[in-house]
């Protein structure tokens, strides 16, 4: 039974992994902080890792006792008040666990580093209709940058044999920021950032997992995939979609982006009231300012083997299916 290590293990992607690879026979086991929710980690057989990655005398004691097989690294920040923790959490912990793993002699066969597209950015910047890996990175968030350093890391060393997946919007049960738009349209309401066109595109969670195990069981290393269903939708297809699962109709609002920096910089300062960050905030405008966000996945394809398995539609019924018996809509 192969020995698997998932930092981060209690997110959205996490706990799916978690439970995924249970499935398939792995011996799992799940990094968490002390303190993490754990609601989504209820199987039997799963063995708490107790990780504090500024901990370093507890991260070596994990690493004399264990060798993994596999270590797949979800722990990440998407957004922050402090732009120094996206460095420090999306970064620094990456550098901390090779070093670590270096150091106690525990190097696995392979290392997964689940980073973003965001790390390469839009094609509003590009020559190309399309980011792939001979583009020339040219991240518009904090996010971004903080995991393009990670990425840059990894591809320094020489004896860390890792895969590095740049997922798209990432959305299935659990995901809570994509959420706000299944909430508003739930609400008839249907809002767009800017006036002009905007083309997305998805990954559902089941399909990336399935990638994730494969980035982990096929023979190679030392490779970075962009990670989509290999679809571009315009921003009107997701929201018509989810409006036709929800037997809604909704009122269609565009907003120039010159409101929705203001709007995002008024959801930063409540926030200082509530204690809740937004999702909405000013570094994830600069990417809703971007109008693009195609990517190729045709290494994707052609490496793992890889084939989605469900559509915009098929993800979006699930996801809508557990969000109901949830009760979270």
């Not at 666990?97 to 997964?112: G, S, T």
């Not at 109008?291 to 994707?300: A, P, V």
């Amino acid at each position: 039974m192969s020995k698997l290590l998932i930092t981060g293990a209690n997110g959205f992607i996490g706990s799916h992994l978690v439970e995924a690879a249970i499935a398939k026979g792995y011996e799992v086991h799940a990094g968490v902080r002390a303190n993490s929710n754990r609601k989504w980690l209820t199987h039997p057989s799963i063995k708490f890792v107790e990780m504090d990655f500024e901990a370093i005398e507890t991260l070596t004691s994990i690493f004399q006792q264990n060798t993994y097989d596999y270590i797949v690294h979800c722990v990440g920040v998407t957004k922050t008040s402090d732009t120094n923790v996206f460095h420090n959490v999306n970064f620094t912990y990456v550098k901390t666990l090779v070093e670590q793993i270096r150091i106690n002699k525990a190097i696995p066969k392979k290392l997964i580093f689940l980073s973003s597209l965001a790390a390469y950015g839009s094609t509003d910047f590009q020559e190309t209709d399309f980011v792939n890996n001979d583009s020339t990175p040219f991240p518009v968030t904090q996010y971004g940058k903080s995991k393009l350093a990670a990425e840059r890391y990894l591809e320094s060393t020489t004896d860390i044999p890792y895969m590095i997946l740049r997922p798209t919007v990432v959305y299935g049960p659990r995901e809570t920021e994509l959420f706000m738009v299944f909430e508003l349209l739930n609400k008839r309401l249907e809002l767009y950032s800017g006036t002009k066109p905007q083309y997305l595109t998805f990954i559902y969670i089941h399909d990336l997992i399935e990638i994730i195990f494969r980035s982990m069981e096929f023979d190679i290393s030392r490779k970075a995939y962009f990670v989509s269903d290999g679809n571009l939708y315009p921003a009107e297809k997701l929201n018509n979609v989810i409006k036709s699962l929800l037997g809604k109709k909704a009122f269609k609002l565009k907003l120039p982006l010159s409101v929705v920096k203001v709007v995002a910089g008024i959801s930063e300062q409540v926030s200082k009231i509530t204690g809740n960050y937004p999702a909405l905030n000013r570094d994830k405008f600069e990417e809703l300012k971007c109008r693009n966000w195609n990517c190729d996945i045709s290494n994707l394809v052609e490496d793992l083997d890889y084939t989605p398995e469900h559509s915009l539609e098929d993800g979006m019924r699930k996801t809508v299916d557990w969000y109901r018996r949830e009760k979270w809509l």
